[in-house]
């Protein structure tokens, strides 16, 4: 994957993120990403589907899974925030059923848990993907395959997102992007 090229929530920077695990569709891979905006340059998770038998051939989601948010790092208004506008992953466990949970850093701060699910991951990487050379979308942006991603969501959360809540109701959590499309 390359930055530096067309619009993309990555196109300044990509970094490593967690270890790619497999699924049946291929190896995921959590990343982190930045871009210079007016506000500053925020860094987002985002993710990656290599094939199983050539990893360097690539399908990548433009649309990130994770932005960073106030919600990221819960501190008091006058503590020390070391580096705002960040979220960064060195870690995510993939549990049976397919559910995923996703370690990372809110700026630079706090250690937070969001949960996912492969489903959900593999269908981003599928609907919306960008060319990770060039990151020109590969998509319709008038959202043809929208239905097709809301239905990949209501799956998963139907199978595994209850039970990986509850497990998680003590850690700091927020809903991924999925989320917003939940009916």
């Keep these: 994957m390359r ?36 506000n500053g340059n925020p860094y987002a998770l985002g993710v990656a589907l290599h094939d199983l038998a050539d990893p360097a051939l690539v399908t990548m989601s433009s649309i990130p899974i994770l932005l960073p948010s106030r919600a990221d790092c819960r501190v008091e208004d006058t503590a020390y925030t070391h580096v705002p506008q960040v979220v960064f992953t060195c870690g995510a466990v993939r549990r049976d059923g397919g559910s995923i949970l996703i370690y990372y850093g809110g700026n630079d701060t706090v250690i937070n848990v969001g949960v996912t ?67």
């Design 117 to 183: 699910h492969e489903d959900v991951l593999i269908a981003l990487c599928e609907s919306y993907s960008q060319d990770p050379l060039t990151g020109h979308l590969k998509y319709d942006i008038h959202g043809t395959k929208t239905e097709e991603l809301e239905r990949a969501v209501i799956r998963a959360q139907d199978r595994s997102m209850r039970r990986a809540m509850s497990v998680s109701r003590r850690w700091s959590t927020r809903p991924w992007l999925f989320a917003t499309f939940a009916a």
């Design 3 to 38: 930055t530096g090229r067309g619009p993309s929530a990555f196109s300044d920077k990509i970094g490593p993120g967690a270890p790619p695990f497999r699924t049946a569709k291929g190896w995921l891979s959590v990343f982190h990403g930045v871009r210079s905006t007016m």
